[in-house]
């Protein structure tokens, strides 16, 4: 098994199967194409890649891109990791909070692109703030249900898809206290993801 990635320190894209597939313990190749080099990444991915972009899942003879598709194959076929909740609810409230990441948020993500290890400042402007509200909405709705310590009690998808989310926070210096994480719920879960060990042998290579 191989998986083809961009660069650590920027791929969201990238970090969320890579983490899944990491969870499963299942040995697997990685390729790393460097981004921003338009002309070179441009090429390699294309190598790789049908729809030209990374990541790609490589098993065997079956090429599976894009980010979702891939953690719903290492669902499928290493039923054993857990990396969706084996209860029928708790499932689809992984989905739902999956797939909203998958495709929303789209403000957060053009202010503050993921850069782990850099520290920076975004001032957020409404539609930024109304997507970090939303963020921390949903999340401390998923852990007062589940009691955490991820967004279903134990680690899933969703948590992988959040993950490069956290980096923002932390890269931005976002205090989710100014956005309705009174309790602190929040800001601990999003701290706690970025201490696993998946998470950490990734940011290590960043």
Same mark, same amino acid.
């Given at each position: 098994?191989?998986?083809?990635?961009?660069?650590?320190?920027?791929?969201?894209?990238?970090?969320?199967?890579?983490? /899944?597939?990491?969870?499963?313990?299942?040995?697997? %190749?990685?390729?790393?194409?460097?981004? =921003?080099? &338009?002309? *070179?990444? #441009?090429?390699?991915?294309?190598?790789?890649?049908?729809?030209?972009?990374?990541?790609?899942?490589?098993?065997?003879?079956?090429?599976?891109?894009?980010?979702?598709?891939?953690?719903?194959?290492?669902?499928?076929?290493?039923?054993?990791?857990?990396?969706?909740?084996?209860?029928?609810?708790?499932?689809?409230?992984?989905?739902?909070?999956?797939?909203?990441?998958?495709?929303?948020?789209?403000?957060?993500?053009?202010?503050?692109?993921?850069?782990?290890? /850099?520290?920076?400042?975004?001032?957020?402007?409404? %539609?930024?703030?109304?997507?970090?509200? =939303?963020? &921390?909405? *949903?999340? #401390?709705?998923?852990?007062?249900?589940?009691?955490?310590?991820?967004?279903?009690?134990?680690?899933?998808?969703?948590?992988?898809?959040?993950?490069?989310?956290?980096?923002?926070?932390?890269?931005?210096?976002?205090?989710?206290?100014?956005?309705?994480?009174?309790?602190?719920?929040?800001?601990?879960?999003?701290?706690?993801?970025?201490?696993?060990?998946?998470?950490?042998?990734?940011?290590?290579?960043?």
């Amino acid at each position: 098994m191989e998986i083809v990635i961009g660069t650590k320190r920027w791929s969201t894209w990238s970090l969320r199967p890579w983490l /899944a597939l990491k969870r499963t313990g299942a040995a697997f %190749d990685e390729t790393l194409i460097p981004l =921003r080099e &338009v002309e *070179l990444s #441009t090429a390699e991915i294309s190598r790789h890649s049908p729809s030209g972009l990374v990541p790609v899942l490589k098993d065997g003879e079956l090429l599976i891109w894009d980010s979702l598709a891939i953690c719903e194959y290492l669902g499928e076929r290493f039923p054993e990791a857990g990396l969706w909740p084996s209860d029928s609810g708790d499932r689809a409230l992984a989905r739902s909070a999956t797939a909203e990441m998958h495709s929303g948020f789209s403000a957060l993500r053009r202010a503050c692109p993921m850069d782990i290890g /850099a520290r920076l400042t975004v001032e957020p402007d409404e %539609d930024v703030s109304r997507d970090i509200r =939303r963020i &921390v909405d *949903l999340w #401390t709705g998923l852990l007062g249900r589940s009691g955490g310590p991820y967004l279903l009690g134990n680690w899933t998808i969703a948590d992988a898809f959040f993950t490069p989310v956290a980096t923002r926070f932390e890269t931005y210096g976002i205090d989710l206290a100014q956005f309705g994480d009174a309790t602190g719920v929040a800001t601990s879960y999003w701290q706690g993801l970025l201490q696993t060990p998946e998470y950490l042998a990734w940011a290590a290579e960043a």
